[in-house]
């Protein structure tokens, strides 16, 4: 079945770090995918998307590319800050039927000043 | 807020207890989901209910009873429940079977 490997944390940085949390999925066809992001105490908001190979989704200087050559969708932001602490999934949106989200078991980040 | 709220935010039960954990949206969506999330797992998807129709369980235990009254409102019936279902219970729902999804800020629920 569909499925996310993401890689496992917890990731601890400084801030103003480069931050790379990568991602890899098994899919059939070429579902959507997503990062999203859970900080402490709350639910999961999307951050960011993508819906087909090549495309890039940003926000909040987070970054993401939709490669289709190795079904990757690795996150990225140039400098970090304390707020940034959280924890990421990244996720994907399974085709045909019954659509659903399938997740990874997400990556802890925290960001000392 | 998100637009999506549950209520309680912690529950502590016994196992022989009965309780309900409550979803509400007012976003106009019409799918809602119920997540389990357990410490260095995956988010599993428990239930999906479209239009107020049931159109997935996965495989989850018969002491977890989802119940979607209309398409505001989701609920999770809870009796006899083990410590290993001790977790936050996320609820989402979206426009559309699958499409974007908003959360709540889940229920934690600790089974003692």
């Known amino acids: 079945g569909d499925s996310v490997t993401q890689m496992e944390g917890p990731v601890t940085l400084s801030e103003e770090a480069f931050l790379t949390i990568n991602c890899t999925y098994t899919?059939?066809?070429?579902?959507?995918l997503f990062w999203y992001v859970q900080y402490p105490g709350e639910g999961l908001q999307l951050l960011l998307k993508a819906t087909k190979a090549d495309d890039k989704g940003s926000n909040k200087g987070f970054e993401a590319t939709y490669r289709k050559e190795t079904t990757s969708f690795h996150l990225e932001k140039g400098s970090v800050q304390v707020s940034d602490s959280a924890v990421y999934f990244c996720a994907l949106l399974t085709q045909g039927g019954s659509e659903k989200l399938v997740f990874g078991k997400g990556t802890k980040l925290t960001v000392n000043p | 807020e998100t637009g999506v709220t549950q209520t309680p935010r912690h529950l502590v039960m016994g196992m022989t207890n009965k309780k309900s954990l409550k979803c509400e949206q007012h976003l106009g969506h019409n799918a809602m989901y119920w997540y389990k999330q357990s410490a260095k797992k995956p988010l599993e998807l428990m239930f999906v209910?479209?239009?107020?129709?049931?159109?997935e369980n996965n495989s989850v235990p018969s002491r977890f009873s989802p119940e979607c009254p209309n398409s505001s409102h989701l609920f999770l019936h809870l009796h006899t429940l083990q410590p290993e279902d001790s977790a936050l219970y996320l609820c989402?729902?979206?426009?559309?079977?699958?499409?974007?999804?908003?959360f709540g800020s889940g229920t934690r629920l600790t089974v003692v």
């Open positions: 899919a059939t066809g070429y579902p959507s």
């Open positions: 989402a729902s979206s426009q559309r079977q699958g499409l974007g999804y908003t």
């Open positions: 209910y479209s239009l107020e129709e049931r159109v």
